[in-house]
C-alpha cells in the first residue's frame, strides 16, 4: 500500500485509536495504491520502500510525493461517497455538485488533477 492507515486517518481527522473504519479504509487504501501503479505503469513495491514497512539503507523510501497522491485520491473517493464517475448532479433544495472526469488513454481516471500532477512524473511512458 503506498501510505497507511494511520496516514489516512490524520488526514481526515480521525483519531488513530479510532479503529471502527479500518477494513474500509484499508480498502480504499489497496484501491487507490492499485489503481496509481496501473496509471503510473510500475509496481512501487518493487523500487522502494512503502510507508509502514521498515526502513532500509538499500532500497530508498517511497517519494513522498507518490504518498501525498495516494492520501489525496483516498480523500477524494471518501468524499465523493462513492459517485465516482458522475459529472455533476443536482439535489433540489440543496444544490448542485460537479465531480472532474479525468480521460486517459479512452479511460475515466476518476482522480482529481492534483493526485495526476503529483503522480505525472512517476509515470513510465509506452514507446511503440
Known sequence: MLTTI?????????????NDEDHQLERIIRSV??????YCRRAFSSEYTLPGEEPSEVIPRL???????????????????????VSSERIDGLGQKN?????????????PPSVLALI???RNMVYG
Open 6 to 18: 494511520d496516514e489516512l486517518k490524520r488526514q481526515l481527522f480521525i483519531p488513530v485509536e479510532d
Open 33 to 38: 495504491s492499485e489503481a496509481i501503479e496501473t
Open 63 to 85: 517519494p513522498y510525493d507518490v504518498e501525498d497522491a495516494c492520501i489525496l485520491w483516498c480523500t477524494y473517493r471518501i468524499n465523493t461517497g462513492g459517485n465516482m464517475g
Open 99 to 111: 465531480y472532474a472526469l479525468q480521460h486517459i488513454d479512452g479511460k475515466v481516471i476518476p482522480a
Open 120 to 122: 505525472d512524473p512517476y
